[in-house]
């Protein structure tokens, strides 16, 4: 499936099967542990689903939290399909709450790292989420905000009728 394939190159045979590589040649120098998480560094994986899949790759999705976003996506999604919206914490900003905000969040934490602000916010149907912000765009930890996802940077995983949510690293 996709999903085992490193690379976008398929159709020339550039790639590799990993399930197939861990299981032969690589079984001394690979970790079957490893999740999706560990492959692809820290991103948070918020539920939702397909609401209406659009020709030229593009699907409508809602969040649990009812606010719908439109999502590039690598293959078809059907309608009422489970997903993950991958975002990482550099692709997500924090604004002042606004009354007319569909994705409101709670600072639950924060950290500065230097260069960035690392936020764990809780939105309000309880996903928590890792943001890394400007150190100049300060909010207080227990400050109410409206989260904004840029969907230009985020990836769509089918979960079908399972999986999890939240901030994995």
């Given at each position: 499936?996709?999903?085992?394939?490193?690379?976008?190159?398929a159709r020339l045979q550039l790639s590799l099967n990993l399930s197939d590589f861990m299981a032969g040649?690589?079984?001394d120098v690979t970790n079957p542990g490893l999740d999706l998480a560990d492959f692809m560094g820290i991103i948070n994986l918020i539920p939702g689903k397909v609401i209406e899949f659009r020709e030229g790759k593009f699907a409508v999705i809602a969040l649990?939290?009812?606010?719908?976003?439109e999502v590039a996506v690598e293959t078809a999604v059907a309608p009422d399909s489970m997903?993950?919206?991958a975002v990482r914490p550099e692709d997500i900003r924090l604004a002042p709450l606004k009354p007319e905000a569909t994705n409101k969040a709670r600072i639950a934490d924060r950290t500065f790292l230097g260069n960035v602000m690392e936020y764990v916010v809780s939105l309000d149907d309880g996903t928590p989420l890792r943001v890394q912000a400007n150190p100049r765009d300060e909010f207080a930890v227990?400050?109410?905000?409206?989260?904004?996802f840029d969907t230009m940077h985020a990836t769509v995983f089918d979960i079908g009728a399972g999986g999890g949510s939240g901030s994995r690293t």
């Open positions: 499936n996709d999903s085992d394939l490193i690379g976008t190159h040649d690589g079984k649990q939290n009812g606010s719908t976003y997903i993950e919206l227990g400050e109410a905000v409206e989260v904004i």
